[in-house]
C-alpha cells in the first residue's frame, strides 16, 4: 500500500527528490549553444591568458624607475624608438632613455615595465615628454594573469552563464562536455480535463496543468514531452506512467483533484517502483506525491493549476536541477514589507501570492491576494510568493518578507 | 563627423536605445512554445472560466441557511439524494433537507450555494449530518469566478510566463501572436583578435566578446548571427556592417580596443546611418556607441570582454528588450552590506564587480573585487555588479547596496 498522507515537511521532500534527481548523461556541443547548459568537465586554461603583457590604454611603454619625479614642469624626456601594432608581435626590447607607443590591448616591448597615459605624455618629433611618473606593473595586465596555463577556469556543474562562456572562448574551447538536457515526462489525469482546443462542456475543465508543468520544466532547462490526458483509471495511468519511465529521464503527473484521483496516483506509483513521499507539509500543495517509477523519479501533483505550480516552483525546481546537473534554477528574489496581517497553520509552510507596490525611494510593499487556491487570475495577477515558515503562527502586519518573484 | 566622447549619461543612453528599438514582426506559434516569449496580442476569456460553480475540496452542497447553527451535538441532517462525478453535469436542483456529495472540482448542483468539507460531516446511510455551519459561497468557485467571458486575461507586451501559458490554455488558446525573436548580428573587429579554435601568436587574442554577445542576446530571447572578425579598416567594416543591417533587427560591433579601431566603429556607423551617442558616463564601458545603420539600432561595445559584458548587462538589455517588445530582462538583485570604502568620481556610474558571502542568518556581505576591467577571471569569479550612481564620490563601508547578480 502507498503510503497516504504522513506528511513531511518541506524540507525533507527537497531533499528526498535531491536524493533520485541523478544528472543524466553527458554530450559534447559547440560553445556557441553552451549558454545556460551545465558543464560536465573541469576546464583548465590550454596556455597563459593572455598570452603577454599587455596595455590596458593607449600610451608609451617604459621602465618605470625613468619616470621618478616626472611632472608638467620637469618632464622625463624618452626617445620613441616605434609603435605596436595590433596583433603583432615585438622583439626589439627597449633600453634606458626609451620608449614606445602601445595601443589600447597591445604587447608591452621586453623591457618596458608600465605605461604612461598618451594624456600624461607630449610628442616632440621623436621626443616622448612624459609628465607623470608611473609606478612599475601600472596600466598593465601581465602575461597569465587572468588565467595561467593549467589553471582551473570553470569547475564541472557550472551553469553557464554568459561570462563562463566568454571565459571558455578565452581559453580556446571551441566544444565542451555538458549534461544533456533532460526529457520529462508530462502526464495530465483527469476524466473532467479536456484538451485546450476543446470547448468545455458540462463541468469539463481544459488541460492548464500540462502547460505550466511544460513551461515551468523548460525554462528549467529541461525538454519535455507530452503523454496527453488519462482518465482516473488505475489500469490506463499505470500503461502510460511505464511508457513514460522508459522514455524520459523525470515525470510529471498533474493529478486529478479528486481524493479516487488522487489514490490511483500513489497506487500507480507504488505500482511502478516506490512512494517515498505521499503528503507534504505545504499549502496550497498537501497532496504532493513523490517516487520512482523504475529508476525514474516522479512528482504527483495536486490538480489545481495553482497549487501544482506553487509545487514546481517550491519542489519541481529541485528534480529539474537535480536531473540537469545544475542545482536549482536561482531565484530572483525581492524584499518588501508586508501591509496586512497573515495567518497561517503552525506546522506548515504556507505560500501566500502577493502583488508588490514598488514605490521609487520608498520600501517596497506586498499585499497579499487570498484567492482560492484553484484561481489562476490572482496567479497571473501576482508577482510572487511569500513563504510563512512551517514554526509561525502567520506574520504580522509591518513584517520584512522576501518575494520569491515569478 | 560622428560625435565623438561628447559623453551621456546611463540614463539618457538608455532613452536612446529604447527609442529606436521597436518590436519586430509577429508571428503565430502553437502554446506549447510561447513560454518566454512575448505576447503580441490582447487575450480574452473565450467562456466563462470555470464554466459552472465548482467546489474546492470533497464533501456535500448544501443550502447553507440549512445548517445555521450545526455542531456536533446538534448536527444539520440531510438526505443525500446522489453524487456528482467528475467531469459529468448535474441537472438535478437540490432542495431544502437535500445534499449531494461532489468531489474536488466537481459542479455544484443548482440550489445548493455552498460546500460541507466531508471532514466535518458523518454519513448514516443515506442521511448526512452535517457538524458544522456554512455560510453561502463557502468552498465554492463560482462560475467565471477565474475569467469572465469577454474579460481580458492578458495583455499585449506580456512577457509570457508559465502561470500567463496557463491562463492561456484556460482560455482555450492553442495558438498565440507573439513578436517574432529578433535577430541579432554579432560583429568582432579588431587586429589582434583571432578565433577561438586558433592558438594565439605574438600578441593575439581569442575572439571572447562575440561569445558574450551571443550568450546574452540569447538569454534576452533573441537569435543570433555571427559575421565573424573583421579586420580594422574603414571599408572591411563598413561592408559587413551593411549586409548585418539588411539581414538583422540589430547589431553589435565588439570594437578593437585600440583607439583607431574605436574610430573606424564610429565612422562606419555615421555612414551607414547616424551615430547618436559616443561615449556614455559609465565606467567601464565609455567609449560606446549608439547609432543607426539605415533602421537598425547599432550598439558598439568596448574590445575589453569584461568592460563589453557590462555594457550588455547595463545596455544592451535594453536594445535586446526593445526590440522583443518585452522591455528589458527582470534582473535578479540581492540586498547586501558593502564591507570596504569603494572610490569613485562623481559625474559617471561606476559598475563594481563583487563576490558575496552569504552567511545564513546574517546579512550577505559584498566584496569588491578591484580587477583590471579587462580581466576575465574576476568576472567568471564575481557574483555580480553594484552600481556606484554618477551623483556619488564613492561609497562607505558599511552601506546597504543592491547586488545586480550575474
Redesign the interface.
Known amino acids: 500500500m502507498p503510503k497516504f498522507l504522513q506528511v513531511v515537511s518541506v524540507q525533507e521532500a527537497v531533499q528526498t527528490i535531491t536524493s533520485i534527481a541523478r544528472p543524466v548523461s553527458t554530450e559534447t556541443i559547440p560553445?556557441?549553444e553552451?549558454?545556460?547548459r551545465v558543464l560536465a568537465e573541469d576546464v583548465t586554461a590550454?596556455?597563459d591568458?593572455?598570452?603577454?603583457t599587455?596595455s590596458?590604454m593607449?600610451g608609451y611603454a617604459v621602465i618605470a624607475a625613468e619616470t621618478s619625479g616626472a611632472g608638467e614642469a620637469l618632464p622625463t624626456i624618452l626617445r620613441c624608438t616605434g609603435r605596436?601594432?595590433?596583433?603583432?608581435?615585438?622583439t626589439a626590447p627597449i633600453r634606458r632613455g626609451e620608449c614606445v607607443y602601445v595601443?589600447?590591448?597591445?604587447?608591452i616591448p621586453p623591457g618596458a615595465d608600465a605605461m604612461v597615459m598618451i594624456e600624461y605624455t607630449e610628442e616632440l618629433g621623436d621626443q616622448v615628454l612624459v609628465q607623470k611618473p608611473v609606478a612599475p606593473g601600472e596600466n598593465l595586465?601581465l602575461q597569465g594573469?587572468?588565467?595561467k596555463a593549467g589553471e582551473q577556469?570553470?569547475p564541472g556543474g557550472t551553469r553557464?552563464?554568459?561570462?563562463?562562456?566568454?571565459?571558455?572562448?578565452?581559453v580556446?574551447?571551441?566544444r565542451v562536455e555538458v549534461y544533456r538536457r533532460p526529457l520529462i515526462g508530462i502526464i495530465s489525469t483527469?476524466?473532467?480535463?479536456v484538451p485546450?482546443?476543446?470547448?468545455?462542456?458540462?463541468?469539463?475543465?481544459?488541460?492548464?496543468?500540462?502547460?505550466?508543468c511544460?513551461?515551468?520544466a523548460?525554462?528549467c532547462g529541461c525538454r519535455t514531452r507530452?503523454y496527453g490526458i488519462v482518465r482516473?483509471e488505475e489500469e490506463a495511468l499505470a500503461e502510460v506512467l511505464n511508457r513514460a519511465a522508459v522514455e524520459t529521464d523525470g515525470v510529471l503527473i498533474s493529478g486529478?483533484?479528486?481524493?479516487?484521483?488522487r489514490d490511483h496516483g500513489a497506487t500507480v506509483i507504488a505500482r511502478a517502483g516506490s512512494v517515498l513521499v505521499h503528503g507534504v507539509a505545504l499549502a496550497p500543495g498537501k497532496p504532493t506525491i513523490i517516487g520512482k517509477a523504475g529508476a525514474v523519479p516522479v512528482i504527483g501533483l495536486p490538480?489545481?493549476?495553482a497549487s501544482a505550480?506553487v509545487v514546481?516552483m517550491v519542489l519541481g525546481i529541485h528534480l529539474f536541477g537535480g536531473l540537469t546537473g545544475g542545482g536549482p534554477r536561482?531565484?530572483?528574489?525581492?524584499?518588501a514589507v508586508l501591509n496586512v496581517n497573515i495567518p497561517s497553520t503552525r506546522g506548515r509552510e504556507d505560500y501566500i501570492r502577493v502583488s508588490l507596490d514598488r514605490d521609487d525611494g520608498k520600501k517596497t510593499v506586498a499585499t497579499p491576494l487570498f484567492g482560492?487556491?484553484?484561481?489562476?487570475?490572482t496567479?497571473?495577477r501576482s508577482d510572487g510568493l511569500i513563504r510563512i515558515p512551517a514554526g509561525a503562527e502567520g506574520m504580522e502586519a509591518g513584517t520584512p518578507v522576501e518575494v520569491l518573484?515569478?
Not at 536561482?330 to 524584499?335: A, L, Q
Not at 482560492?372 to 487570475?377: D, E, M, Y
Open positions: 560553445l556557441e553552451a549558454g545556460g590550454d596556455l591568458i593572455p598570452g603577454f599587455r590596458v593607449d605596436v601594432l595590433m596583433g603583432e608581435g615585438t595601443p589600447t590591448g597591445g604587447m595586465i594573469e587572468d588565467f577556469v570553470l553557464l552563464s554568459p561570462q563562463d562562456v566568454g571565459a571558455l572562448a578565452a580556446g574551447r571551441t483527469g476524466n473532467e480535463v485546450v482546443g476543446t470547448t468545455p462542456s458540462g463541468s469539463q475543465v481544459r488541460d492548464v496543468n500540462s502547460y505550466l511544460r513551461t515551468v523548460e525554462s507530452s482516473d486529478g483533484s479528486s481524493k479516487d484521483a490538480g489545481h493549476p505550480y514546481l536561482p531565484s530572483r528574489v525581492e524584499t482560492k487556491s484553484g484561481l489562476l487570475n496567479l497571473v518573484l515569478w
